[in-house]
């Protein structure tokens, strides 16, 4: 069945380095990746999104790599802040629409920005 | 432009009984989309509604069931709460079908 992963539970990094975060997705058919910030006691927040017809694409601070090879999501955030402490979910959509209405979430990785 | 909105935020119930969570959409939002999160399982899908007809479903049972509004405004209800029910029931909305999910913060619901 579909399965959203992560490889990494946990992420601890310094302020003002890149943090890399990657998530492993088992759905090849599936073609809109999404990547989510939860912080403590809020909702999942939109970050960044991508197309399969897509490898690669840039937000403020955030890039969203997509490898359809090896089936390979990752988010990179450059000058890592403490603000960006969080919970990190990639997201799989397998709903018949191809957008966003039916999401398969990976674990999540919490992410620790030391001062 | 006000967020997503669920009520109640927290809510205790006993093994049992039943309980009905609501959502109110951002304005103009006519996509509903319903989600639990528990630390064991994720978040997981549990509906989504799309002017007020149910389009997906996620594998829960029965005792799951939502509706949606001609406001576009949804509640989901659960019956015969079990303890694995315990969770964050997070509802999120977009315009459209397939457009950005814009989450609220979620009704805690803890089972005893």
């Known amino acids: 069945g579909e399965n959203v992963g992560l490889h990494l539970p946990t992420l601890s990094v310094q302020e003002g380095d890149n943090s890399i975060i990657n998530c492993a997705y088992s759905n090849s058919a599936s073609d809109y990746f999404i990547w989510y910030k939860q912080e403590s006691g809020k909702g999942p927040q939109f970050i960044i999104d991508?197309?399969?017809?897509?490898d690669k694409r840039q937000g403020q601070r955030v890039t969203v790599l997509l490898n359809k090879t090896v089936k390979h999501l990752s988010l990179q955030i450059a000058a890592t802040q403490p603000g960006d402490s969080a919970v990190y979910f990639c997201a799989e959509n397998i709903g018949p629409q191809g957008g966003s209405e039916k999401l398969v979430f990976g674990k999540g990785t919490k992410l620790t920005v030391n001062p | 432009k006000a967020g997503v909105t669920q009520t109640p935020r927290y809510l205790i119930k006993t093994r049992g009984q039943q309980v009905t969570l609501s959502c109110s959409p951002i304005?103009?939002?006519?996509?509903v989309s319903w989600y639990q999160q528990t630390p064991g399982q994720g978040l997981q899908f549990l509906f989504e509604?799309?002017?007020?007809?149910?389009?997906n479903k996620g594998n829960f049972p029965g005792r799951f069931s939502g509706r949606q509004f001609s406001n576009s405004r949804s509640e989901m209800n659960v019956s015969t709460l079990e303890l694995g029910d315990s969770a964050l029931y997070l509802c999120?909305?977009?315009?459209?079908?397939?457009?950005?999910?814009?989450f609220g913060e979620g009704s805690r619901l803890t089972v005893l």
């Open positions: 509604y799309f002017s007020e007809t149910q389009r």
């Open positions: 991508i197309r399969s017809n897509m």
């Open positions: 304005s103009g939002h006519r996509s």
């Open positions: 999120a909305s977009s315009f459209s079908s397939g457009g950005e999910l814009f």
